[in-house]
């Protein structure tokens, strides 16, 4: 994709796109290596969109690194993820709200892996919560909506404040590719 135009701010619809030849089989030439390309925003928003699990980077006052698994929901061009207000990551955020939050798979060969950085913004606004909710509910299903799911009550929670909802908008993002050994890195740019 080429970088956007004057009148064409990148957006989280519509980032400008880069494949970074060094990390990226283009380097280092195989069979079908010169094929490489950068993964299409679509295609990565759409695996925003279904991953269920995500690990949130955040930084502790002193500087050192904190790393939890989350559930996220992808809505209006930003994830959105919860905690609660005394956890680590909700006290990390408080201090310097820059994150990262990454997804993808364990394999060598295929898949993709995702990493969104960005600045997370608390939400307090009771109608984006109401839309957040439910892009969960509908992402989730019934983790949330059965009595019986592990996340049973999260909205009620969100609603009372007893978990706290971020926004994380992207600023950057990379998508790390593997399919049968062509491995492409892709960087977007918001």
């Avoid at 992808?74 to 990454?102: I, M, V």
């Avoid at 364990?106 to 995702?114: A, H, I, Q, R, V």
């Avoid at 909205?155 to 706290?164: H, L, N, S, Y």
Wanted: proline content about 7%; hydrophobic content about 35%; some cysteine.
């Amino acid at each position: 994709m080429p970088p956007a135009g004057p009148d064409e701010r990148p957006s989280a619809e519509r980032p400008t796109t880069h494949l970074d030849t060094r990390y990226s089989s283009a380097l280092h030439p195989r069979p079908g290596a010169e094929n490489a390309t950068a993964t299409e925003w679509d295609e990565a928003r759409r695996q925003l969109e279904a991953a269920e699990i995500f690990w949130v980077s955040t930084v502790r006052p002193d500087g050192r690194l904190h790393v939890t698994p989350v559930i996220a929901a992808w809505h209006d061009g930003a994830l959105y993820f919860s905690t609660g207000p005394e956890e680590q990551k909700a006290r990390n955020l408080a201090h310097d709200a820059h994150c990262a939050l990454t997804t993808g798979g364990n394999s060598l060969t295929e898949g993709l892996d995702l990493v969104v950085e960005g600045t997370a913004r608390q939400v307090a606004d009771p109608e984006l919560l109401e839309e957040v909710i439910t892009a969960y509910e509908a992402k989730y299903g019934p983790h949330i909506t059965s009595p019986e799911g592990t996340f049973h009550g999260i909205g009620d929670a969100f609603r009372r404040g007893d978990a706290v909802v971020f926004a994380v908008a992207p600023a950057t993002a990379y998508g790390f590719g593997r399919n049968d050994g062509m491995y492409t890195h892709t960087r977007w740019a918001f």
